[in-house]
Structures are given as C-alpha cells and as structure tokens.
C-alpha cells in the first residue's frame, strides 16, 4: 500500500491547523493583574475583574484595526459599587484605552462597570468605534474622547450612573 | 467628548453626574470639541443633559430627546444649581440645533416641547 496519500492528508491537516491559529482570536476571561495588551481580534470568553495596579488601564489596544469583542460579559475594575469610585478618581485607571491606535473597535454587547477612570478612553486614534456597550458607574465618563482622536464612531450605548464629584473635573455619560 | 469629527448616535445617557458641583452630564463637549454630530440619542435624569462648553466649536446636536434633567429629586435637594436638559455655553452661532426634544436650555432651542402652533 502506497504511504503517500497518507502523507499528503498529514500535510493538508498541518496546513489548515496552521491557517486556523493564524486567523484565531485572543480569548480572555478571569482576574488580570497587568494592563492586558491587545495585538489581534479579541474576544471575552467571560467575566473579566481587573485588578491591575493604581492609575493603570484595564485593556490597552497595541495594534491597528483590531477589535475587543465582549460577547455579552463584563469588565469590572476596582471601583466602589455604588459610587465608582471609592475615594479620588484616577485618570489613567480605565476600562480599555486606545492607546493611539485607530481603527480600533470595543463591541458589545457587554458592560465596563466600575472604573475609577473612564470606562473607555479614547485617546490619540482616528476612526476608533465603541458600540452595544452598556458603560455603568465609572469614576469619570462612561466614554471619554480627548482632543487627540479624530472621527470616532460612539454608537448604540448605553451610558447611566457614570461620574464625578470632583470640582472641575466635567464628566458624564459620553 | 473633546474630540473632534465624531459621530455619537443611538445611545442612551441616562443618571449620569453629581449634583454637586452641577457640572456633570449626560452627553458633553467640552475643551476644544469640533466638528462632531450628536444625533439620535436618549438623554434624561443626568446632571445635565447635554452640556456644550465654551471653547465648542461647529458641532451638531440633532433629534435627540433630552428630558428629565436633572431628575426632580437633584433639583429639590439643590435648587441653587444650574443644572437643564441643554447647556450651551459656545459663542453664539458656533453650534447648530436641529429637532432636539427638551424643557429646558440655556442659548439652545427646544421648540419640540412647545404646544404645536395652529
């Protein structure tokens, strides 16, 4: 018996394994500890507690035309339950940050609850897109966009219970 | 918001901001904003509703329903604060108001809440 169609189905499956895990999205769930940094499609597998340190982000996007999807879960940062905050605000503490990459995109559905920063800042990107997030008492905004970003898309949200008392500091839902 | 050219639609921005100070809100361009189009979105029981600072500059705010803020509880606890359904702080002119939906403003229209005219 000829070995060499068994050969070639051993290249074919190698082939397409490798194709497979070229095109495969990141997967995150669990409690992270560092800034999570987002190179490729990326998808929430489940809840995510964020637990990184002071004045850190959450997720911070390290490629272009990338997306964070969350699939219908949550990404929870140190903040108080009822206020958000739990003390000062701090600026650097978000959800997701762009990190000056554009064409990014955070897609819900899911919600970004608890950060005692924006939920998302948008920050030094063009034609970045947030949309179907539902974005619950963050310290500072829900959505937050500096004047670095140019021709962001903020779509189909849901902002409620987001801000802060600090005078001065103008937050809100977007 | 402080960015410039972007597109804000069919979002809900509701109880959102502290009453104290009353300068939260539910959607805001604040700084420099420019250039942006804020259309088609539900705004109530906020701080403010939509709050457009003084350095905003060419910016639409379109058929939006902006009611309810601040919610009765705020407003009774605080009547000091000046807190509406729109505050529009820009120069005179810089920002273009189409169809909002609104009771109360200040520099802005809210002709949809008025009684049709015959």
């Known amino acids: ?174 | 918001m402080i960015g410039h050219n972007s597109r804000v639609r069919l979002n809900a921005a509701q109880g959102n901001g502290y009453s104290e100070p009353a300068d939260d809100f539910g959607i805001g361009l604040i700084g420099r904003a420019s250039g942006n189009v804020i259309d088609h979105n539900s705004v109530s029981g906020n701080t403010n509703g939509i709050y457009i600072a003084s350095g905003a500059v060419d910016n639409v705010i379109r058929e939006n329903v902006v009611v309810g803020n601040p919610a009765i509880q705020s407003a009774h606890t605080r009547p000091d604060s000046r807190a509406l359904d729109i505050v529009n702080l820009a120069p005179a002119g810089r920002t273009q108001f189409e169809r909002n939906v609104c009771v109360t403003s200040l520099n802005a229209p809210c002709p949809a809440a008025t009684p049709r005219q015959q």
């Not at chain 1, 004045?55 to 879960?73: D, H, I, Y």
């Open chain 1, 1 to 174: 018996m000829s070995t060499r169609p068994i050969a070639a189905l051993a290249v074919l499956a190698a082939t397409l394994s490798l194709a497979s895990t070229a095109f495969a999205a990141d997967r995150v769930s669990g409690n992270l500890t560092r800034t999570y940094v987002i190179v490729e499609d990326t998808d929430l597998i489940g809840d995510v507690t964020c637990d990184v340190g002071n004045n850190t982000p959450c997720f911070s996007f390290g490629a272009a035309n990338v997306e964070l999807r969350l699939n219908g879960f949550s990404i929870t940062g140190r903040g108080d339950a009822v206020t958000g905050c739990g003390g000062a605000a701090f600026a650097g503490e978000a959800g997701v940050i762009t990190n000056n990459m554009s064409g990014v995109v955070v897609r819900g559905p899911g919600i970004v609850q608890r950060f005692r920063g924006d939920g998302i800042t948008v920050g030094g990107s063009t034609h970045a897109r947030v949309e179907g997030l539902t974005l619950s008492t963050n310290c500072m905004s829900g959505v937050r966009v500096l004047a670095t970003s140019f021709e962001t898309i903020i779509e189909n949200n849901i902002a409620v219970r987001n801000g802060s008392s600090n005078p001065g500091l103008l937050c809100g839902g977007i």
